[in-house]
């Protein structure tokens, strides 16, 4: 846009009604959310730069400081997010294969009707396609595109967010494992810590055992008795008393 022409469009704004303004701020924020090219009231096959051409239209239609709505602000924003999707190439092409299934299931849906309207169908045939391509620039197509585009984007978000959840799940389900690995090796790594803290005691006991033939005080830990057995295990042989 040149200077000329948004200096004109400025002008023009200027003297537009704060009606005018507070109805587009309503229109814009009951807009389908996931429809870009609703918020921008464009049509599903305008340019990137038809785009930003109608974002700097309405985006001075409904700025905070010229809007007194109290919404004007979600509105502005609402609009530079849709620019900002339309305008990212994967964004644009998602929504624009998004829109292209939407068509197909239109297409097949008219096809069935037609085969059952003979005087159509003949007069689909004769005009190599032009019927049909009239009857989608009509308004009847459009607003059932519009719906169907909708119908389909929500499908697409609900296993999106689906998706999302079990992606969620499954990281608390890992993260919760690891948790519980690092805690089991942590008590092991005390248990040994302990048992590594016991071994003078353990061993200055078995000395004094093996000394004094005595048993260890209450509170100390004893070595295990020693029993020798035959093989056939008809016997034990106890320990020989010494001295």
Same mark, same amino acid.
């Given at each position: #846009?040149g200077e000329?022409d *948004?200096?004109? &469009?400025?002008s023009? +704004?200027?003297?537009?009604s704060e009606?005018?303004r507070?109805?587009?701020?309503? @229109?814009?924020?009951s807009?389908?959310k996931l429809n870009?090219f609703?918020? &921008?009231?464009l049509s +599903? *096959? ?14 001075l #239609?409904v ?6 709505? %109290? ?7 609402a ?8 305008l990212?190439?994967q964004?644009?092409e998602?929504l /624009?294969s998004q829109i ?5 299931e /239109?297409?097949?849906?008219?096809k069935?009707q037609l085969k059952?309207d003979n005087?159509?169908?003949i ?5 190599e ?5 009239q009857y ?8 059932? /595109?519009k719906?169907k585009v909708?119908?389909?984007l929500?499908e697409?978000?609900w296993?999106?967010?689906k998706?999302?959840? @079990?992606i969620s799940e ?6 919760k494992d690891?948790?519980e690995?690092k ?13 590594e ?9 078995w000395?004094d +055992?093996?000394?004094t033939?005595k ?6 830990i004893? %070595? ?5 057995? *035959?093989?056939?295990?008809s ?5 020989v008393k010494?001295?």
């Amino acid at each position: #846009m040149g200077e000329e022409d *948004d200096l004109l &469009l400025k002008s023009f +704004f200027a003297e537009v009604s704060e009606v005018e303004r507070d109805n587009e701020v309503v @229109r814009i924020l009951s807009c389908f959310k996931l429809n870009p090219f609703e918020h &921008l009231n464009l049509s +599903f *096959d305008s340019s990137p730069d038809e785009v930003k051409k109608q974002y700097r239209k309405l985006s001075l #239609m409904v700025h905070p400081d010229k809007c007194k709505h %109290p919404q004007s602000k979600e509105a502005f924003g609402a609009l530079a997010k849709a620019q900002q999707l339309l305008l990212e190439p994967q964004e644009r092409e998602y929504l /624009l294969s998004q829109i292209n299934a939407a068509k197909e299931e /239109l297409r097949a849906k008219r096809k069935k009707q037609l085969k059952k309207d003979n005087a159509s169908k003949i007069k689909s045939q004769v005009d190599e396609g032009k019927y049909e391509q009239q009857y989608e620039q009509s308004d009847e197509f459009q607003q059932q /595109l519009k719906l169907k585009v909708r119908e389909i984007l929500t499908e697409q978000e609900w296993r999106r967010r689906k998706m999302q959840m @079990r992606i969620s799940e499954e990281e608390g389900r890992l993260k919760k494992d690891e948790e519980e690995t690092k805690e089991m090796w942590k008590r092991k790594r005390e248990h040994e810590e302990q048992w590594e803290g016991t071994r003078e005691n353990r061993v200055s006991s078995w000395r004094d +055992f093996m000394k004094t033939g005595k048993k260890a005080k209450k509170g100390e830990i004893r %070595p295990p008795k020693l029993k020798t057995e *035959d093989p056939n295990k008809s016997y034990v042989q106890r320990p020989v008393k010494r001295g």
